[in-house]
């Protein structure tokens, strides 16, 4: 009896490809395009089974139709793949090895101020039930956003913050993007999140927050208009009912680590000169 001989390489490539299905499934799982992939892989199933029984005529239809339907799948599907390649891009492998991906000009840490200034805009809020979301630019540069709405390029102030979102006040809707310490711009328009898990009491605020924090690595922060409960978004996720001191802990730890990948960067750039 022959054994197959297995070497490293075949190993390493069912590694891979286990890998890339896995963080596929992760990808779509909560977006519409889940329902699809299960109707795919009933597709694939009834393909597998025609070829093997030899059924012809519904092996044709299901291959053609297989065939046609994969370029389908990247057009109705755009923005999914979109964000998949987005969350790839700010993986852990290129932040080791893309250095110039790192060093951004102008780049600060949320200083001390920035941080006690939103804390107590956001209580101040939360207390009076005025409607809020704030952006907080981290590493992924958000411009793309600012651009929608209006630009500001202030000090951050929680009287400004909470002159904002004031009703009846011209940059009240929308969201405030706050990147290097400055108030970016107001009125911004975020992308919502296709996310099936998200509560149906919860509304555009929410589902904006929600939808930033999955194709960027931004801290948002909502305030309920109707109960004034604090959420927070941050990689993909949503905490809710929180108060200004999980508010506060939470972005000094991200500029924690802003320091100390900038300190890497310098690290790097050392070596590589030496």
Known sequence: MNIPHIRIGDIVDI??????????????????????????????????????????????????????????????????????????????????????????????????????????????????????????????????????????????TAQLLINIFQQNTPLHDGAVIIKNNRISAATCYLPLTDSLEISKELGTRHRAALGISEVSDAITIVVSEETGIISVTDSGSLTRNIKGEFIRTMLRDSSSKKMDRKKLVLWKGRHRHE
Not at 35 to 60: C, D, E, M, P, Q
Request: glycine fraction near 6%.
């Open 15 to 156: 590694l891979i490809v286990a890998y890339l299905i896995y963080k596929i499934i992760t990808w779509i799982k909560d977006t519409r395009a889940w329902a699809l992939f299960k109707g795919l892989v009933v597709i694939f199933s009834a393909a597998i089974i025609a070829y093997v029984f030899r059924l012809n005529t519904v092996w044709w239809i299901l291959s053609n139709t297989i065939s046609v339907g994969i370029i389908a799948v990247f057009v109705v599907f755009q923005p999914e793949f979109r964000r998949a390649l987005e969350q790839l891009g700010r993986g852990r492998f290129f932040s080791t090895f893309m250095v110039f991906d790192e060093q951004r000009e102008g780049e600060e840490k949320i200083s001390s101020n920035t941080i006690e200034a939103i804390v107590k805009a956001i209580e101040h809020l939360s207390d009076n039930k005025i409607g809020a979301l704030i952006v907080i630019e981290k590493n992924v540069k958000l411009g793309e956003y600012e651009r929608t709405g209006i630009k500001v390029d202030a000090i951050v």
